[in-house]
């Protein structure tokens, strides 16, 4: 029976919660409070493992504008569509965010007592090197405080296939160049590579072969318009425009909600089905707890939530409990 993700040795449990879901540091939103009166015990974490939201090496903008506290400043904010009596969603936060030097200078994530991730992305730079460099300017920072954590902390290194005639040499090479990187200058910190579902299976194989990642996360969002095979844009959105568009801003965004959960599950059973054996987490689309048992029966890891925070709060309790059951936590 699968205990849950264990990494170098290392265990994460069942359940993550997605990169971005709870904030930074595992503290959440503002809305949060007012749905923790309302759900009494079920909007609860309570035995998942925090994913940070997604760091850059230096500070971002992005589409999302953040307070002192890097709190959203928009109760409800524009770059987020969100529908919960269909259960999608559509964001482009474009990793707004005060960058990785200011993130760790709060210690707020050297204090917390149970082991979790740190989202990365190098996001600024518009050729390889360029990322490259980022990556390794992030890995020298945060090999300064590695020793200052009170729990265990992996890297998750977030980069996403970005269409689907993405040629699979080369995104193989582009993960696992900035893999070596934080191996080389982080050293034994568990490191998990996270993809989206459009990613091709060769490349994720390439990328085991090299035996770098300690372990894999399926899905983020899928690219607004991609897969049309099986995702019918115009039946969920009444339109073949996104929301975000109409709202004034310059990107689509990416679908988050039910209809990645069948596309997840299918490329986690053609993953292992092609022979992949590294650890695999797998979220998009768990509204249900019963949506726990299809990764499950796919042969999953561990799973991770987290658009489930604002399209059904009040199953994320129950969710993270059907997941302990099934993996015998």
């Known amino acids: 029976m699968k205990s849950g993700l264990v990494s170098r040795g290392i265990s994460f449990g069942p359940v993550m919660v997605a990169s971005g879901a ?25 035995g998942a493992t925090l994913v940070s939201k997604t760091a850059t090496l230096a500070s971002r903008i992005g589409n999302l504008p953040l307070d002192e506290d890097y709190q959203p400043t928009e109760m409800f904010p524009k770059c987020i569509y969100v529908n919960p ?7 482009a936060v474009s990793l707004s965010n005060p960058g990785i030097k200011t993130l760790l200078n709060q210690r707020r994530w050297q204090n917390l007592d149970q082991n979790h991730w740190i989202s990365f992305m190098a996001a600024d730079g518009n050729t390889l090197q360029l990322r490259l460099d980022e990556t390794e300017g992030f890995a020298q920072i945060l090999k300064k405080h590695k020793w200052d954590f009170k729990a265990i902390f992996g890297v998750q ?36 590579l996270k993809i989206n579902a459009m990613t091709p299976i060769v490349a994720v194989k390439e990328i085991e072969r090299n035996n770098i990642f300690d372990s ?18 115009r039946k969920l959105f009444g339109s073949d425009v996104s929301p975000l568009r109409k709202r004034g801003f310059q990107q689509d965004g990416g679908l988050s909600g039910w209809p990645l959960l069948p596309i997840v599950e299918s ?29 499950y029966h796919a042969d999953v890891n561990a799973i991770a939530i987290g658009s489930v925070s604002f399209l059904k709060p009040w199953n994320v309790q129950p969710i993270i409990q059907r997941a302990q059951k099934l993996f015998g936590r």
């Open 22 to 46: 709870l904030n930074n540091f595992g503290e959440g939103y503002p809305s949060h409070n007012f749905i923790k009166m309302l759900m009494r015990g079920r909007f609860d974490f309570t």
């Open 85 to 91: 009596f269909k259960g999608i969603a559509v964001n």
């Open 157 to 192: 290194l977030n980069i996403s296939c970005p269409n689907t005639d993405h040629d699979p040499s080369e995104l193989a090479r582009e993960a696992l160049e900035q893999g070596r990187i934080l191996r080389t200058i982080l050293g034994d910190v568990p490191l998990d």
């Open 216 to 233: 894999l996360t399926c899905s983020n969002t899928i690219p607004w318009g991609k897969m049309p095979e099986q995702i019918d844009w």
């Open 267 to 295: 490329w986690v059973k053609e993953a292992r089905s092609a022979g992949i054996k590294m650890p695999i987490t797998a979220g998009g689309g768990i509204l249900y707890p019963d949506d726990v048992d299809r990764l």
